[in-house]
T-cell receptor, first 120, second 115 residues
């Protein structure tokens, strides 16, 4: 259980185009999903927190208009990189938070396999 | 400030030997602590977590971690390392920021297990 998928796993695009990445929780419902960016040999940088049915909350320094997040259902969130440039090339990872048992304090985040974006 | 420190960039261990990957944290209130492992070009896999209760937490793949409140540490351990344990390990603490609970990650420690 607690599987999170991402699609595509790898994408190469031309500069100026937009790319959409999907994140799905396959066997549980996730009211909250998170989008991270990871640079080579670096830790994860939280980009935004996405709550189902409401606007995403972006971390400081992350451009809302460039990284569009939609959390349309309890099992799907999408990240669209608009007008991509080479500096947007990175490994993007989503995670979904499972609310466990009676107490929301025991929630655990489960991560997708990541999407490697290369902008030429 | 809420933070997680993993003081070692890399840990080298011989197969069959015990391993320890260190993590210390700074957070207000009771800490919720997590360990994740990442294999090359993959997302993070959940290993274990500490919320409350016993200080020794057992997780996946034979890993365990010991919560030490006085030392604000949550070191990851395994009695006998396998070559297949070689990966990048992240310690994380859940923190409340901007009205949301978020995971704050350490910088990661690369574990290399040699045959």
């Amino acid at each position: 259980g607690a599987v999170v998928s991402q699609h595509p796993s790898r994408v190469i695009c031309k500069s100026g185009t937009s790319v959409k990445i999907e994140c799905r929780s396959l066997d549980f419902q996730a009211t909250t999903m998170f989008w991270y960016r990871q640079f080579p040999k670096k830790s994860l940088m939280l980009m935004a927190t996405s709550n189902e049915g409401s606007k995403a909350t972006y971390e400081q320094g992350v451009e809302k208009d460039k990284f569009l997040i939609n959390h349309a259902s309890l099992t799907l969130s999408t990240l669209t990189v608009t007008s991509a440039h080479p500096e947007d090339s990175s490994f993007y990872i989503c995670s979904a938070r499972m609310i466990g048992g009676r107490s929301a304090s025991t929630d655990t985040q489960y991560f997708g396999p990541g999407t490697r974006l290369t902008v030429l | 400030a809420q933070s997680v420190a993993q003081p070692e960039d890399q840990v080298n261990v011989a197969e069959g030997n015990p391993l320890t990957v260190k993590c210390t944290y700074s957070v207000s209130g009771n800490p919720y602590l997590f360990w994740y492992v990442q294999y090359p070009n993959r997302g993070l896999q959940f290993l274990l977590k500490y919320i409350t209760g016993d200080n020794l937490v057992k997780g996946s793949y034979g890993f365990e971690a010991e919560f030490n409140k006085s030392q604000t540490s949550f070191h990851l351990k395994k009695p006998s390392a396998l070559v297949s344990d070689s990966a990048l390990y992240f310690c994380a603490v859940r923190a409340l920021s901007g009205g949301y609970n978020k995971l704050i990650f350490g910088a990661g420690t690369r574990l290399a297990v040699h045959p």
